[in-house]
């Protein structure tokens, strides 16, 4: 047996080709929620008082140790439970980070 075939039994074995790869696509930095000022605060209650059902919106909000960002159809607007619901996505009044849409003014 040559020098060459007798190193190949000692080298690492990858079981799972790609694994490693998949593993670091799905590591996600943690971010801690941001504590909005109140001047802010009213500033989103404002904005989201204007918001009505079936318009379209792009809201900023925090899930899960990070800010993500969804647009789409106002299906419904629950102020005594404070959610918000974007097609089928769920959002609490305190996730909230920003709201943007066309007939939604900035002060």
Known sequence: MSREERA????????????PDALRKKEKIV???TELSEEYREELD????QV???DIITVVYYEKNEY??????VS???????????????ISFEDIYDISGDRIQEF
Do not use: S, W
């Open 46 to 49: 404002r904005k989201l008082k």
């Open 8 to 19: 190949k039994q000692f080298m690492p074995f990858a079981a799972l080709k790609g694994y």
């Open 31 to 33: 971010v801690p929620k």
């Open 76 to 90: 419904r607007i629950d102020e005594t439970a404070r959610v918000l619901k974007i097609v089928n996505t769920k």
């Open 68 to 73: 993500l960002k969804k647009t789409g159809m």
């Open 52 to 54: 009505q059902k079936n």
